[in-house]
T-cell receptor
């Protein structure tokens, strides 16, 4: 069975550019999560969706970050404009229901120069 | 807001020694999950604890949930080099928090 699929795996771009990260959750999972991981701040929840509806976006750093889930099989996390401090590994995870075990994708390693 | 603290932050052990990481919360938890992240990898779910005082085992790993449901522990008996990685507890419910993690290094 296919797990959570994220793209791209790596992204290097200059500050000020728009960055779009993509995620395909496991089929049949109702909850989707976006995380950011850095050495300094650890693993932070940015936003999570339940049945395609954003439930908690309190972890989104600022207005430069936005996330959408237009359907049950696709979500995006967008940063516009990007800044060097956004450099991190961004993980997407999905679960059957919001309290159930989360399955993580391989992550996107983002570097903003 | 709710915070989940893990101790220790780092642990170096000789292969064959035991290892324990602790997860502490200031509030009562509905349940707790444990994940392992290998270097360069992504978190992988290990187990979920729900009941007060619950103890679960997976081979050399023993997971405990405190009686007051405010703390949890993961104990590894006789560590192996394959146990290397960072172990996270995670609190689920209305909000989600991952603990700060314990990075385990096993020296052959």
């Amino acid at each position: 069975d296919a797990g959570v699929i994220q793209s791209p795996r790596h992204e290097v771009t200059e500050m000020g550019q728009e960055v779009t990260l993509r995620c395909k959750p496991i089929s049949g999972h109702n909850s989707l999560f976006w995380y950011r991981q850095t050495m300094m701040r650890g693993l932070e929840l940015l936003i999570y969706f339940n049945n395609n509806v954003p439930i908690d976006d309190s972890g989104m750093p600022e207005d430069r970050f936005s996330a959408k889930m237009p359907n049950a099989s696709f979500s995006t996390l967008k940063i516009q404009p990007s800044e060097p401090r956004d450099s991190a590994v961004y993980f997407c995870a999905s679960s059957g229901q919001h309290n159930q075990p989360q399955h993580f994708g391989d992550g996107t390693r983002l570097s903003i120069l | 807001g709710q915070q989940v603290m893990q101790i220790p932050q780092y642990q170096h052990v000789q292969e064959g020694e035991d290892f324990t990481t602790y997860c502490n919360s200031s509030t009562t938890l509905s349940n707790i999950q444990w994940y392992k992240q290998r270097p360069g990898g992504h978190p992988v779910f290990l187990i979920q604890l729900v009941k007060s005082g619950e103890v679960k085992k997976q081979k050399r790993l023993t997971f405990q949930f405190g009686e007051a449901k405010k703390n949890s522990s993961l104990h590894i008996t006789a560590t192996q080099t394959t146990d290397v990685g960072t172990y996270f507890c995670a609190v689920t419910g209305n909000q989600f928090y991952f603990g700060t993690g314990t990075s385990l290094t096993v020296i052959p």
